[in-house]
């Protein structure tokens, strides 16, 4: 019978081990920990993330009970202690770049469709609880925040970085490697006329909303009458400047387009520097902006993202890129099988199966049975006997079945009645003996 893995070690084929191996080494990853080295505890983190482990005993007791899966994984057994020790003291750059090559395995699409040219920017709070007393405070939450690119056409997340929750968030977005021709898109948290005007001078695009106090003059109408959209409708369309000095930080021309959304009737503002695509088209590319948020929030539902299995900041950091790189090796598994589930049925059936010897494509379907093992395959037309009784004065009572209505029970009749062959041989010969006799009277 053909080898089959296990789904974890399906889930992981992507990485290569070379390639992680090198960046183990850049790194000086294993410096600490011989025995546990990087891809032991990347395994054991991948498995914390799928299997929801809310400890280091859940995690160690977990681990180890599935010993004989760990061959092909190129793993073993664990202990919290260890575990605990590379939480705290691997470094976080080697699981970073593991993260970029791992990103860099996803199609990219060469369709110029709008969303493929989309680049999502945002950040999400990560709060965490009075154990990790060096948390730090931004005024709304205690503890960290995770800046994320998000790539809306391939569905691929990318961290920038993970910071303390009171760093500014157009401190990190100014560290995004800007590409011409995409647009950037992110909310009012991201002011920085610098920055903006990096991007139009890379012939890119931006667009976001505008602070309240953000005085700006309309030069010029470019829209007379609504526009409908997708939900929303486009209300105004003008060319605008800055009212004071602000012309002078930011001097390139810029759109601020009204939209009124149609569930809420709430009015919305947004501004941007393309001045060639229609009003519709960048209020569109401003909706899919929720697209990012709601990838925050199926991290955090389905994934460790909450609970830590560690309180330095180390540890937290690992945790969360392990979430990311699972999220991105889930894709990649869903996108190859050609799997017929959403994302978070998929992410549940793997979670259920993890150690089980079945395909990803079929991961839905009962494991195949093997064929070198002999099965009994009885012949439709073929007829079962049962079980022969004789009492003094009647005649032999013997049932018969066809075994193609029921086989299941001829099976196990025959396998039941096997020791006692000889007595319905005997019993069956004495009633035919019987019935000849007897009609030899009645001819007689």
Known sequence: MRFTPIILAQLVEPLDRRRFEAIVERHDADAYDKTFDCWKHLMALIHAQLTGAASLRALETSWNAHANAHYHLGCGEIARSTLADANARRPVEAFAEVLSMVAALTDRSTRAEAKNLLRLIDSTPIPLGRVFDWAKSNGRIRGMKAH?????????????????????????????????????????????????????????????????????????????????????????????????????????????????????????????????????????????RWQIELLFRWLKQHLKMRRFLGTTPNAVKLQIYAAIITYILLRLAAKAARTKFDILRFSELVAVFLFDRRRLAAIDEPPPTNPSRKRDRPNPNQLDFYYAQNFPGQPCRLREKVAAKRPDEGKRARHHGSPHLAAIVASTLSCAVRMSRLLKRRTE
Request: net charge negative; with cysteine; aromatic share 10%.
């Open 148 to 288: 994320v690119v998000y790539d809306l056409g391939r569905d691929l997340p990318h961290i920038l970085d993970i910071t303390d929750a009171n760093v500014n968030d157009a401190q990190i977005g100014r560290q995004i490697e800007i590409e011409p021709g995409l647009t950037y898109v992110f909310d009012k948290g991201y002011c920085h006329y610098g920055w903006w005007s990096a991007i139009h001078a890379a012939e890119a695009f931006f667009v976001t909303r505008p602070k309240s106090n953000m005085g700006l003059t309309v030069k010029a109408e470019r829209q007379y009458g609504p526009a409908r959209g997708d939900g929303f409708t486009v209300i105004g369309d003008q060319e605008v400047a800055f009212s004071s000095k602000g012309d002078s930080r930011l001097p390139i021309s810029l759109r601020r387009i009204e939209i009124l959304r149609d569930e809420d009737a709430k009015k919305i503002t947004v501004i941007t520097n393309d001045m060639q695509r229609s009003a519709v088209e960048i209020a569109q590319a401003y909706k899919f």
